[in-house]
């Protein structure tokens, strides 16, 4: 294995080239336990795909959490209202900075975040996105029911969006 500037695998540099569409530069990358990388630019997160990688951008990304029992990194992606979270399992010993920015990245990437209670205290949480890289990208908006509230409910994705609405209207985003 050839090491580039950065101490970063050649194939691991080449391969975030490929899938970012030209040069973005890694900021944190961690071996996984079957000797592959995963690796975390300004603007994306680059996932294993087969045998190449698969570049998620910050904004499309719901939340990571460490599973240290299992030695796990467990990273989310949004999806549309209605489907299951995309999950990607990462066996890593330990994910040290790869993990830290992670978590900075995703933190980044959320300029709104409002429960807007529609079932007594029960509700939906509206969260607006944009990739921190880039300052005039577009918001990516998504909403999640609460635990216990159905989608099938009668009127209750209509209320769900008409608060993703009036939080729309409320940000001017």
């Given at each position: 294995?050839?090491?580039?500037?950065?101490?970063?695998?050649?194939?691991?540099?080449?391969?975030?080239?490929?899938?970012?569409?030209?040069?973005?530069?890694?900021?944190?990358?961690?071996?996984?336990?079957?000797?592959?990388?995963?690796?975390?630019?300004?603007?994306?997160?680059?996932?294993?795909?087969?045998?190449?990688?698969?570049?998620?951008?910050?904004?499309?990304?719901?939340?990571?959490?460490?599973?240290?029992?299992?030695?796990?990194l467990h990273v989310f992606e949004t999806t549309a209202f209605g489907?299951?979270?995309?999950?990607?399992?990462?066996?890593?010993?330990?994910?040290?900075?790869?993990?830290?920015?992670?978590?900075?990245?995703?933190?980044?990437?959320?300029?709104?975040?409002?429960?807007?209670?529609?079932?007594?205290?029960?509700?939906?949480?509206?969260?607006?996105?944009?990739?921190?890289?880039?300052?005039?990208?577009?918001?990516?908006?998504?909403?999640?029911?609460?635990?216990?509230?159905?989608?099938?409910?009668?009127?209750?994705?209509?209320?769900?969006?008409?608060?993703l609405r009036s939080v729309r209207e409320e940000f001017g985003i």
């Open positions: 294995m050839r090491l580039r500037r950065g101490g970063w695998p050649s194939e691991l540099v080449e391969g975030v080239r490929v899938a970012a569409g030209g040069r973005d530069d890694i900021l944190a990358a961690v071996e996984l336990s079957d000797g592959t990388w995963v690796a975390g630019t300004r603007a994306a997160v680059y996932l294993p795909d087969g045998d190449k990688l698969r570049r998620v951008g910050w904004e499309a990304i719901e939340r990571a959490a460490w599973d240290s029992e299992a030695s796990v489907t299951p979270l995309r999950a990607t399992d990462l066996a890593v010993d330990d994910p040290g900075r790869f993990g830290q920015l992670l978590r900075e990245r995703i933190d980044a990437s959320v300029l709104v975040q409002r429960h807007v209670p529609l079932v007594g205290k029960k509700g939906v949480r509206i969260v607006g996105r944009r990739n921190p890289a880039e300052a005039d990208a577009p918001v990516a908006w998504n909403f999640v029911l609460d635990k216990g509230l159905e989608p099938d409910r009668p009127g209750l994705i209509e209320q769900a969006e008409a608060a």
